[in-house]
């Protein structure tokens, strides 16, 4: 974003605009980390947030994640993490962060469904500490041959 890359500035004003970066330029620029790379795993956080952007990765990647992790917790302990996350965020309040969860939940859900019909969905029970957390998250790490997509709730 802040760089003289091809996208850099396209990025700095959409973000300024409040907008949303496109999913095809987002895809490119996963794209371009993972070619540069000597890795053949990824681990991708947060991503795809939509279906358009699991659209865009596919088309453009020309594949489909081998397995996608879905950290699943419920609204009362995401509000109370980021409630006690004390970022100074000024979208740190409770309102605001229910209506986040609502979109996230509007945009991601039809996602988590794509991939859980397609028998590539590891639901994890997010609530524990993170040694329990991480206990879930192994055998999809021992499964995995290619790709990884992690999506959150924030």
Not at 14 to 43: A, C, Q, W, Y
């Amino acid at each position: 974003m802040n760089s003289d890359s091809e996208y850099g500035s396209m990025i700095l004003n959409t973000i300024r605009e409040g907008s949303i970066v496109p999913s095809e330029v987002t895809v490119k620029l996963i794209l371009k980390e993972m070619k540069s790379s000597d890795n053949h795993k990824f681990l991708i956080d947060g991503f795809p947030r939509s279906e358009e952007n699991r659209k865009a990765f596919e088309q453009i990647i020309g594949a489909e994640p081998r397995i996608v992790l879905f950290f699943d917790c419920p609204e009362e302990e995401m509000v109370k993490r980021l409630l006690r996350r004390n970022q100074g965020r000024i979208d740190d309040n409770i309102d605001t962060i229910k209506n986040r969860l609502k979109v996230f939940e509007a945009l991601n859900l039809p996602v988590i469904d794509y991939y859980a019909k397609r028998g590539k969905l590891y639901r994890i029970n997010a609530v524990g500490t993170a040694d329990e957390i991480f206990e879930q998250v192994r055998p999809a790490f021992e499964a995995c041959e290619v790709y990884i997509y992690l999506l959150l709730f924030l």
